[in-house]
């Protein structure tokens, strides 16, 4: 099983904005604590991604991200992922608590939450 974390652009810091995430990273707990570094070309951010042809992120059972918007969740749900939004920033411990089954709930998000619903009503992915 395959998780991936959307990250900044160090590879240090679990990011927001999963729909628009370039830097991930992959980890395969099965083959050890090391994670793979991941960057998307800018066709391949969920965002603008049409979904044809194979995305790096192919084979993914798991995303784990500060925030997302619906469109995303949606994407990601039609794709058989389970997205899941935290407030842990480090994403090995991240992928520890989600394995765990106590992965930290997202912060209230009222102001960010608004703007990717707007950005939703507008968006191409449904």
Do not use: N
């Not at 993914?60 to 990601?76: H, N, P």
């Amino acid at each position: 099983m395959k998780i991936a974390v959307a990250v900044d652009s160090r590879f240090a810091k679990v990011a927001g904005h999963a729909g628009r995430a370039r830097h991930w990273l992959v980890y395969d707990p099965e083959e050890g604590p090391a994670a793979a570094r991941i960057e998307l070309e800018p066709a391949q951010v969920f965002h603008h991604y049409e979904g044809e042809g194979p995305h790096p992120l192919d084979g993914i059972a798991t995303v784990i991200a500060i925030s997302a918007g619906d469109g995303f969740m949606k994407r990601m749900q039609a794709r058989g992922v389970d997205a899941r939004q935290t407030a842990e920033t480090d994403p090995g411990k991240a992928v520890a608590d989600y394995l765990a089954e106590r992965l930290a709930d997202p912060k209230p998000r009222p102001i960010g939450s608004l703007i990717c619903k707007t950005l939703d009503l507008f968006s191409k992915h449904k």
